[in-house]
């Protein structure tokens, strides 16, 4: 029986996340792609709390597509530097580092968080 995509992307994302936890000087980053949206929290694993989250279609003229990756990547960096966090881990959870992951994470680097 072949491997379902999402299924080896979940394995994947087990992989990387027995390396990369967020604590409070450093949250993690992680990243979730679904086929109308992708969305961003920056999370406090030690403590296991949300800090900041973003969604790409929450933020007005934005698309499904690589500038409204961007644009949320740019967001939450802006909603993180309010909290007074400027350094994260990034976890792309299995997802490649590419299209819109990637504009994700640029746009987070362009609104100033450090990973």
Do not use: W
Not at 18 to 28: D, F, N, W, Y
Request: glycine share 8%; charged share 35%.
């Amino acid at each position: 029986m072949k491997n379902s995509r999402n299924k080896l992307r979940l394995h994947r994302k087990r992989r990387v996340r027995a390396k990369v936890s967020g604590t409070p000087e450093r949250p993690r980053l992680a990243v979730f792609r679904s086929l109308k949206n992708i969305s961003a929290q920056v999370i406090d694993d030690t403590k296991g709390v949300t800090l900041a989250t973003v969604q790409a279609k929450e933020i007005k003229a934005s698309k499904n597509d690589i500038a409204g990756a961007k644009a949320a990547g740019e967001a939450l960096a802006k909603k993180c530097l309010e909290k007074k966090i400027s350094e994260v881990v990034f976890d792309r959870s299995g997802y490649k580092y590419h299209g819109k992951v990637k504009a994700l994470a640029e746009g987070a680097r362009e609104g100033g968080l450090k990973f």
